[in-house]
């Protein structure tokens, strides 16, 4: 566990503290101890923040007010875990290859974009997957939360999937795993009793390259990594390496990403996703 004091002997005013020391207690272990330093008061970020970029808000006026979340009346709670099913089915139907089940996440004529599909209806995309999964391609996700934004008369909703996707490779000779932490966002509509998606995009929040054998490390082209955007670097280069696939380099990111492309598309989502739930029309 963690040991924080509660003051620092060396500094006469806690809200002046510019260093602290941590303890890290391990049992049946010597106490081990460091140091952090540059520690800022809440009043001195303040003060400075004013220098600093906005890498903690959301775009303005992108937040669904009318739409419900947490709680609300158990009817759209149950809608939502419908919408919950079907956004986990994504990893959980197509790395296990029941094709008939992914599609029922889909309305007809739907769309998704993924790094190395782009734009595509999602017929298309299953059978792309297909054909690649022959080719040797070997595609996985592992899934870590949902959340979901529906309107009250339960006819539309944004659905938030947080995931990893995970993708093996060999380069240079050694097998890799290129894992990226994205966010899915699910646009998703019901018409009569059934709901499902009309398009289905991600955030890709940040990427590694992991060799399998830790004393197999493949040599990788600095430069060309640093091509692609942050949130998915490792990925596409991995794909473009590959696949013979070319990745599009503005790919929706992090809100760290403000100011490149992919912190535009970061931002577009976002007001695309509430306009969905105040009813407009969206081009998808």
């Given amino acids: 566990m963690f040991h924080l004091p509660q003051s620092n002997p060396r500094s006469s005013h806690f809200d002046q503290i510019d260093r602290f020391d941590i303890k890290l207690l391990v049992p049946h272990q010597p106490v081990l101890s460091f140091g952090l330093a540059d520690i800022w008061t809440l009043r001195e970020h303040k003060n400075w923040k004013g220098n600093m970029p906005d890498l903690h808000s959301l775009p303005a006026g992108s937040r669904p007010e009318t739409a419900i979340r947490n709680n609300g009346p158990e009817n759209l709670v149950i809608e939502r875990l419908k919408l919950r099913e079907l956004a986990e089915g994504w990893p959980c139907y197509r790395d296990a290859c029941e094709w008939e089940n992914f599609k029922s996440i889909f309305h007809p004529d739907a769309y998704v974009y993924t790094t190395w599909s782009g734009r595509i209806l999602a017929d298309d995309f299953m059978e792309s997957s297909k054909i690649g999964m022959d080719k040797g391609a ?131 989502l976002y007001l695309q996703a509430k306009d969905w739930l105040d009813g407009k029309v969206l081009e998808f």
């Fill in 138 to 268: 070997f595609i996985m996700h592992r899934c870590h939360g949902v959340t979901t934004d529906i309107t009250p008369d339960a006819t539309r909703a944004v659905t938030k999937m947080k995931a990893t996707i995970t993708q093996r490779f060999t380069i240079d000779g050694c097998e890799v795993d290129a894992e990226a932490d994205c966010r899915f966002i699910f646009f998703f509509e019901k018409v009569g009793d059934k709901w499902g998606a009309r398009f289905v995009r991600h955030w890709y929040e940040k990427d590694k390259i992991i060799p399998v054998n830790p004393n197999k490390v493949p040599k990788i082209d600095e430069a060309k990594l640093e091509e692609y955007p942050q949130g998915y670097k490792g990925l596409a280069y991995c794909q473009e390496l590959t696949m013979g696939v070319s990745v599009s380099r503005d790919m929706p990111g992090h809100r760290r990403d403000a100011g490149t492309k992919s912190g535009e598309k970061h931002d577009l």
